[in-house]
């Protein structure tokens, strides 16, 4: 795992999130440590993101140990829980979400 990404362990992180989010967007990368594409996508995906990195404040799910984590985040932003999965959070609202291989195809510039 880079070490860009928070790791996110905990129910009371969601509130920081949402509240950084206001001034930086949030990224949240749940993923599947058992899942070939998650680990696949995983990365791809962290080598592209080093380039905003200074732009978003970058989170690491882990799936397989924080479901309770993944299964709040689909509850608050009702979004349906996929693996992989990127959540872009801007001004305590998710804006945008992917899933599998569209998480490459994200152009993350325009939610800077």
């Known amino acids: ?7 996110f362990t905990q129910a009371e992180q969601l509130e920081n999130m949402l509240e ?3 001034t930086k967007p949030v990224l949240i990368f749940k993923h599947s440590t058992r899942c070939g ?3 696949m996508v995983l990365k791809r995906f962290e080598n592209s993101v080093e380039k ?3 732009q ?3 989170y690491y799910l882990d799936l397989l140990n924080y479901r309770e ?3 709040s985040i689909a509850d608050k932003f009702e979004v349906v829980h996929e693996s992989p999965q990127i959540l872009v959070i801007k001004n305590g ?3 945008h979400s992917a899933s599998h291989y569209d998480i490459l195809e994200i152009n993350f510039e325009k939610f800077i």
Not at 1 to 7: G, Y
């Open 56 to 58: 978003y404040r970058l």
């Open 93 to 95: 609202q998710v804006v």
């Open 20 to 22: 950084e989010s206001i």
């Open 69 to 71: 984590l993944s299964n």
């Open 37 to 39: 594409i998650s680990r």
């Open 52 to 54: 905003y990195a200074q």
């Open 1 to 7: 795992m880079s070490t860009l990404f928070t790791p």
